[in-house]
């Protein structure tokens, strides 16, 4: 009985998330069954789904997931994250380091489908590279999403961390690797080779200083040096006063251990205050709503109580033991299983969510958990990133115009890339 709920609990799991449907009710949806199915008395159910609501990491998770959709709300309506991309382009100054650095930059609003966001940017700035539009959409993949492993309010790292109890700063210096891994290949693979045909015009926010300056820049009568040093001056100002909440939210966080949830609430209050100085609407109530992402937050409990179920059943040990038994390295197991339950799911959160608590070892060292926590991770960001359901690769497909096989056959090598250094923390965690 209690096999079989297992098994019909991860069915559910990802035949719903495959259908699309959203996480607070898959994740309700498995629990539901796995809290059935279990054995327990009813009283013993719902005894251990409040311990995992009320529990201090859980309720901290959810706070965190709330105060990111408010921040991003409030980054967006207000126009600061186009006013933070357009200082940011005009402070680097060459085209090559700005298509990569923008959508790094609206990387860190992590929103569902985020990419589209950051898709027309990255538009504007491939035109003096003359890229395709397959390219331009692989580089919008790529760049954003190498973020994943190194932004300290990614909501996957915080997940993981309220899974194994590692701060998110040790799993980041972990796991950056990573991050260089993609951003690297995905230079050499994607830009190395590439000319820039045209003058950067860093300017986005229309009549932005960065904009101004930048036009009398590219004015071949006051094209000097000075004049350039005055538009990356002016870039990195406008970049540090409108990036200022994400900025200053970061540097609270990191100096005085703030839980996120708290950091990011300070930085919704100076990005409130910079739009009231500024004279820029508020967002709507009804902006604030949506972009709270109520049912994502829901969605943190009910994985929360999943985990607690998944942890009580002998069924997961069991198996891992006997294909330990049958000669399957358990490190391998943190590779494969993430790997395809991944690419089918779409969605790194849930796998990491259901997989951590089954395939992380309960004892051993600290660096072994950790290296498995890094393996489980790695895997599941790469069955994510370049499964055919991920959202961001959909909306940037119909963004661009391209179909799916023209982006994979551009990522390859960054695919590749991930692999050799995944197999490089595969090795390491094997010999401990």
Known sequence: MVAAGVILAFGALLYLSIRGVRL???????????????????????????????????????????????????????????????????FLGNVKAAIMAVPALVGTMPVLGGAALSAPLVDKLGRPLDLPPDQKAAINLVFR??????????????????????????????????????WGVGYFALLYRVQVKDRLSPGFSQGSEAEVAAASAEDPEHGSAEAMGQTRLS????????????????????????????????????????????????PSGAALLKGANLTQVVAMFWIMAFRS????????????????????????????????????????????????PVLVPTSGSDALRLGFTSLIYGSSF???????????????????????????KRNWPVLAGFMVVLGLFYLSVAAL
Not at 341 to 356: C, K, M, R
Not at 382 to 408: D, R
């Open 145 to 182: 999403h190498g973020m994943f492993f190194v932004f300290p309010f990614s909501t996957s790292l915080i997940l993981a961390s309220k899974l194994t109890g590692f701060s998110v700063p040790r799993l980041i210096a972990k796991m950056w690797p990573m991050s260089l891994a993609l």
């Open 24 to 90: 607070h009710i898959v994740m309700f949806t498995a629990t539901a069954i796995m809290a059935l199915t279990s054995g327990l008395p009813a009283a013993e159910i719902l005894s251990v789904i409040w311990r995992s609501f009320s529990d201090r990491a859980t309720v901290e998770l959810a706070a965190a997931v709330l105060s990111i959709g408010l921040f991003s709300t409030v980054m967006h309506e207000t126009g600061f994250l186009d006013r933070a991309v357009s200082g940011l382009t005009a």
């Open 309 to 356: 179920f998944v942890e009580m059943t002998p069924v997961f040990r069991t198996v891992v033991d006997k294909a330990t038994a049958a000669g399957v390295p358990p490190a391998l197991l943190a590779v494969l299983i993430p790997l395809a339950f991944g690419y089918a799911n779409a969605s790194q959160q849930a796998t990491i969510s259901v997989l951590i």
């Open 382 to 408: 790469a069955a994510y990133f370049f499964s055919p359901l991920h959202m961001c690769q959909v909306l940037t497909c119909q963004y661009y115009g391209v179909n799916i096989q023209a982006i994979y």
């Open 235 to 282: 870039g990195l100002k406008e970049f540090l006063v409108y990036g200022g909440p994400l900025l200053l939210a970061l540097a609270f966080g990191i100096a005085f251990k703030l839980p996120l949830w708290l950091a990011l609430s300070g930085g919704i209050c100076i990005a409130v205050a910079l739009a009231i100085r500024k004279g820029r609407p508020l």
